[in-house]
Nanobody, 124 residues
């Protein structure tokens, strides 16, 4: 069993930055590919960024490329999402998720564990 706890959300003005963290319990964190997702009010949850188990490869949805950076520290059982040049449309609840099996980054059902999420609000 893996527990995921996000932190770092908050209120920021457009153009600002936030760094989200996702801390994982358990000894097998380095076995999991990790993803960040977000869900805005009235919208479906969407994939934002993903990173392979050893951090070699990263993937991003087009809308955040060049602004967001996903990284991980397996020694600390933590994955990060650095968000720069934030826009009001980035406002959402951001959640991290872990998966063991190979699957599409966009396939929510392919993830085994989810965090509760952290609110990010970007004001214009």
């Amino acid at each position: 069993q893996v527990q995921l706890v996000e932190s770092g959300g908050g209120l920021v003005q457009a153009g600002g930055s936030l760094r989200l963290s996702c801390a994982a319990s358990g000894r097998t964190f380095s076995s999991y590919a990790m993803g960040w997702f977000r869900q805005a009010p009235g919208k479906e949850r969407e994939f934002v960024a993903g990173i392979t188990s050893r951090g070699i490869m990263t993937y991003y949805v087009d809308s955040v490329k060049g602004r967001f950076t996903i990284s991980r520290d397996n020694a600390k059982n933590t994955v990060y999402l650095q968000m720069n040049s934030l826009k009001p449309e980035d406002t959402a609840v951001y959640s991290c998720a872990a998966r063991v099996r190979g699957s599409s980054w966009y396939n929510l059902a392919g993830y085994d564990y989810w965090g509760q999420g952290t609110q990010v609000t970007v004001s214009s």
